[in-house]
């Protein structure tokens, strides 16, 4: 079984972010940028099913060449190939769309996994992209699935409880929290895919059909106010009441 | 996960592997060690389950060749390790201390083959523990009084004696142990369930009470003859210690880090006067005192990761590491506490738990005073040990 892994680098979701000069963009000082949460659920999903059923598993990411420590992750957790499409910062999800599915075109794989979305720019429109462009049945937001021979069944979380739905290979699968527990990557699997190639080619840089104008971050201010069951905090309750929400 | 302190942008100075797996243990801390070593440490017991967990991770063996079940990687990646295992807590680093650097390198450097492919895949899989006997109730900074001894007979050696401070004894499959043949000292690989061996826990400590401390008690203990090492006198258990004390020279950064990481976040919260404490001077000076010395630590252990991994590293140099990182970890612990009021005694926060092991952290491998007088000694060329 060939399974393609998309994967992308974000920034750790810990990241106090700092938006750049430009106003449009992270400042990227200081920010640790870690292999996209829901990219490893789908990795660890590829894993499983190449242990199961034997192949391999190929990661892959659209990026600056700083993205070949996501990748080098990717191959400490087990993938068997890496590759770079090496380019701008992409420009948006269409353009990282397009140059996935071109991969995708030459390598022909069985099931493509991603995760549902990355958590930087969350405009979760990769995995259904990716699917329209290949014209491949996609299921998202998967959180549990189960493939034989080449049905696939799968549960996907809906607002207030889940659906389960099926297709057949191949297609394409995003992965929701849930579907399984990643696996940490071990020394001697990061000694091998350190000596591992990652293979890189060119991206398309495509132009924008989205642009970023501006970024802004929310200000935090302490509204509320926390009171016991003190005289002078009973006092106050009451005045606050009375003054500010005018209730009484 | 935050990232961590790294006020001269160090990690630059590190290659992919090495962050990659340096945060692959802290994460893996973050999941499965910080959630429950406070309960652990309270109740004085080592959480086993975490054994076969490092195992997998490869946390054993880590400098080891792969022949051996070891992972082949570099000395700064165990050092990295080391000060992503004391983040959680001493005890962890202390476990992973002695099986790679008092217990596995011994018997890749001093054991007959037959011994190193016996006993090295399963110390580095986890199936077995070791433990290193040099410490007696009467010898600490002077290991070369010792009392235990060892006789030669038609068939091995008869051992005889006791050790103290022992991590892990009494959970050892395996112990490496030092005592006098004719006089000189000789290492021995003692099995458990030799006849006439014996490894009771010591209770009632107030430090480093998530790890498992025991002695060591040898009454005609019957040992083969190809269990001696191949290595005679005091620098057989000095190579070792050697090892280890680069080990504590990253791992006490680590503690370090977690109380800073800690103070720095409960003062920029801790609401006195209307203001959060992080705006006050006193609070400042002490965060940067912490922060300050932590980044002169992360310098001095870059240094000497690189001679390690180049081999050129001086037993004093890593003399000043130790001394210096447990020290300021020390410090900065106390510091932490202070900032965090009377919430630093609680468990609830890491400060209080790393103040009480760095100061066993202190006085182990090596007191503070020794290592001042290793320096001084090697400064001068005047001993002061006696």
Known sequence: MNILVCISRVPDTATKVIIGSDGKSIDPKGVKYILNPYDELALEEALRLREKNGGNVTAITVGTAEATETLRNALAMGADNAVLVKGDEPADSYSVAVNLADYAKKMNPDVIFLGKQSVDFDSLQLPSMLAEILGLPSISVVSKLTIDGTNVSAERDIEGGKEVVSTTLPCVISAQKGLNDPRYPKLPDIMK??????????????????????????????????????????????TLLHEDAKVI | MQKSLDYLNLDELYSEEEILFRDTVKSFVYDEVSPIIDEYYQ?????????????????????????????????????????????????????????????????????????????????????AIGCFGLTEPDYGSNPSGMITNAVETESGYLL????????????ADIAVVWAKLDG????????????????????????????????????????PKENRLNVVGLRGPLSCLSQARFGIAYGAVGAALSVYESAL?????????????????????????MMNEITKAQLINYRLGRLMDEQRALPQQI??????????????????????????????YPVMRHAANLESVKTYEGTNDIHTLILGQDITGFSAFA
């Open chain 2, 43 to 127: 109740k004085g017991i080592y959480p086993v389950e975490l054994t076969p967990k490092l195992a997998e991770l490869g946390i054993f063996g880590i400098t080891v060749p792969t022949e051996y079940g070891g992972a082949g990687a570099n000395y700064t990646m165990y050092g990295l390790a080391m000060q992503e295992l004391e983040r959680g807590d001493s005890a962890i680093r202390s476990f992973a201390s002695v099986q790679n650097s008092l217990v596995m390198y011994p018997i890749l450097k001093y054991a007959n083959e037959e011994l190193k492919s016996k006993w090295l895949p399963k110390l580095a899989n986890g199936t």
């Open chain 1, 193 to 238: 895919a350190k000596k591992k190639p990652i293979e890189e080619i060119a991206s398309n840089n495509l132009d924008a059909r989205t642009v970023v104008h501006k970024m802004e971050i929310p200000l935090k201010e302490r509204k509320a106010k926390i009171l016991g069951d003190s005289v002078q905090d009973i006092e106050m309750l009451v």
């Open chain 2, 160 to 171: 005889n004696g006791a050790k103290m401070w022992i991590t892990n004894g009494t959970v």
């Open chain 2, 319 to 348: 003399s000043l590491a130790k001394r210096n990182n447990v020290e300021i970890a020390l410090e900065s612990a106390r510091l932490a506490r202070e900032i965090h009021g009377a919430n630093g005694i609680l468990g609830e």
């Open chain 2, 265 to 289: 976040e409960y003062s920029k919260t801790r609401i006195q006067f209307d203001k959060p404490i992080a705006s006050f001077q006193l609070v400042q000076q002490k965060l940067v005192y």
């Open chain 2, 184 to 223: 000189v000292v000789n290492g021995f690989l003692v099995e458990k369930g030799t006849k006439g061996f014996s490894a009771p826990e010591m209770k009632g400590k107030y430090s480093l009470r998530a790890s498992v401390t025991s002695e060591l008690i040898f009454q005609d203990c019957e040992i």
